[in-house]
Protein backbone atom coordinates (compact mmCIF):
# COMPACT_ATOMS: atom_id res chain seq x y z
CA UNK A 1 0.00 0.00 0.00
CA UNK A 2 1.33 3.61 -0.75
CA UNK A 3 0.01 6.82 0.62
CA UNK A 4 0.53 10.24 -1.38
CA UNK A 5 -0.11 13.63 0.35
CA UNK A 6 0.49 17.02 -1.82
CA UNK A 7 1.56 20.20 -0.52
CA UNK A 8 2.09 23.50 -1.66
CA UNK A 9 -0.82 25.00 -3.71
CA UNK A 10 -2.33 28.09 -3.29
CA UNK A 11 -3.36 31.37 -5.04
CA UNK A 12 -0.84 33.28 -7.18
CA UNK A 13 -0.41 36.44 -9.92
CA UNK A 14 0.31 35.64 -13.42
CA UNK A 15 4.39 35.03 -13.96
CA UNK A 16 4.77 33.98 -10.32
CA UNK A 17 5.71 30.97 -8.63
CA UNK A 18 4.69 27.85 -6.70
CA UNK A 19 6.56 24.52 -5.39
CA UNK A 20 4.11 21.45 -4.88
CA UNK A 21 5.59 18.91 -2.78
CA UNK A 22 4.40 15.05 -2.41
CA UNK A 23 5.64 12.70 0.20
CA UNK A 24 5.22 8.82 -0.42
CA UNK A 25 4.54 6.34 2.54
CA UNK A 26 4.32 3.15 2.50
CA UNK A 27 5.93 0.09 0.44
CA UNK A 28 7.64 2.67 -1.99
CA UNK A 29 10.29 0.22 -4.32
CA UNK A 30 12.94 1.61 -6.65
CA UNK A 31 11.77 1.40 -10.20
CA UNK A 32 8.68 3.35 -9.22
CA UNK A 33 7.84 6.24 -11.62
CA UNK A 34 6.58 9.29 -9.74
CA UNK A 35 4.71 12.31 -11.49
CA UNK A 36 2.31 15.40 -11.17
CA UNK A 37 -1.14 15.13 -13.06
CA UNK A 38 -3.62 18.25 -13.24
CA UNK A 39 -6.96 18.83 -13.81
CA UNK A 40 -8.85 21.72 -14.98
CA UNK A 41 -12.37 22.39 -14.23
CA UNK A 42 -14.26 20.59 -17.12
CA UNK A 43 -11.32 18.96 -18.36
CA UNK A 44 -9.72 15.27 -18.35
CA UNK A 45 -6.77 14.76 -15.71
CA UNK A 46 -3.34 14.72 -18.09
CA UNK A 47 0.33 14.18 -17.21
CA UNK A 48 2.30 17.19 -16.34
CA UNK A 49 5.62 15.70 -15.38
CA UNK A 50 7.28 12.64 -14.82
CA UNK A 51 10.25 11.48 -12.94
CA UNK A 52 12.10 7.79 -12.76
CA UNK A 53 14.09 7.06 -9.57
CA UNK A 54 17.37 7.57 -12.00
CA UNK A 55 16.16 10.97 -12.81
CA UNK A 56 14.77 10.75 -16.45
CA UNK A 57 12.21 13.15 -16.92
CA UNK A 58 9.28 13.90 -19.22
CA UNK A 59 7.34 17.44 -19.13
CA UNK A 60 4.01 17.98 -20.99
CA UNK A 61 4.32 20.55 -23.83
CA UNK A 62 3.00 23.16 -22.05
CA UNK A 63 5.22 23.02 -19.03
CA UNK A 64 8.63 22.93 -20.75
CA UNK A 65 10.86 25.57 -19.70
CA UNK A 66 8.53 26.39 -16.92
CA UNK A 67 8.55 23.48 -14.93
CA UNK A 68 10.48 21.52 -13.15
CA UNK A 69 10.29 17.53 -11.36
CA UNK A 70 12.59 16.40 -9.38
CA UNK A 71 12.85 13.97 -6.45
CA UNK A 72 14.45 12.63 -3.35
CA UNK A 73 14.71 8.97 -3.60
CA UNK A 74 16.21 8.47 0.68
CA UNK A 75 13.14 10.80 1.76
CA UNK A 76 10.63 9.13 -0.93
CA UNK A 77 9.22 12.88 -1.89
CA UNK A 78 8.84 14.18 -5.08
CA UNK A 79 8.38 17.75 -6.22
CA UNK A 80 7.02 20.27 -8.86
CA UNK A 81 8.77 23.85 -9.46
CA UNK A 82 6.22 26.04 -11.26
CA UNK A 83 7.81 29.32 -12.50
CA UNK A 84 6.20 31.51 -14.96
CA UNK A 85 2.46 30.51 -13.98
CA UNK A 86 -0.04 31.19 -16.37
CA UNK A 87 -3.80 31.22 -15.85
CA UNK A 88 -4.18 28.21 -17.75
CA UNK A 89 -2.24 26.15 -14.66
CA UNK A 90 -4.94 26.80 -12.89
CA UNK A 91 -5.99 22.68 -11.93
CA UNK A 92 -6.16 20.20 -8.88
CA UNK A 93 -2.70 19.15 -9.09
CA UNK A 94 -2.34 15.17 -8.18
CA UNK A 95 0.50 13.25 -7.28
CA UNK A 96 1.17 10.35 -8.91
CA UNK A 97 3.44 7.05 -8.14
CA UNK A 98 3.33 4.34 -11.11
CA UNK A 99 4.25 0.66 -9.86
CA UNK A 100 5.96 -0.95 -13.31
CA UNK A 101 5.16 -4.43 -13.16
CA UNK A 102 2.25 -7.05 -13.15
CA UNK A 103 0.06 -5.82 -11.90
CA UNK A 104 0.89 -2.29 -12.97
CA UNK A 105 -0.97 -0.13 -9.90
CA UNK A 106 -1.14 3.42 -9.68
CA UNK A 107 -1.49 5.53 -6.80
CA UNK A 108 -2.74 9.02 -6.63
CA UNK A 109 -2.95 11.50 -3.45
CA UNK A 110 -5.54 13.96 -2.45
CA UNK A 111 -5.06 16.60 -4.85
CA UNK A 112 -3.85 20.36 -3.96
CA UNK A 113 -5.58 23.23 -6.01
CA UNK A 114 -3.61 25.69 -7.90
CA UNK A 115 -4.59 28.98 -8.77
CA UNK A 116 -3.27 31.73 -11.24
CA UNK A 117 -5.53 34.87 -11.26
CA UNK A 118 -4.88 38.27 -10.92
Known amino acids: QVQLVESGGGLVQPGGSLRLSCAAS????????MGWYRQAPGQERESVAR???????NYADSVKGRFTISRDNAKNTVSLQMDSLKPEDTAVYYC????????????WGQGTQVTVSS
Open 26 to 33: GSIRSIDI
Open 96 to 107: NLERVGFPRTLY
Open 51 to 57: ISSGGST
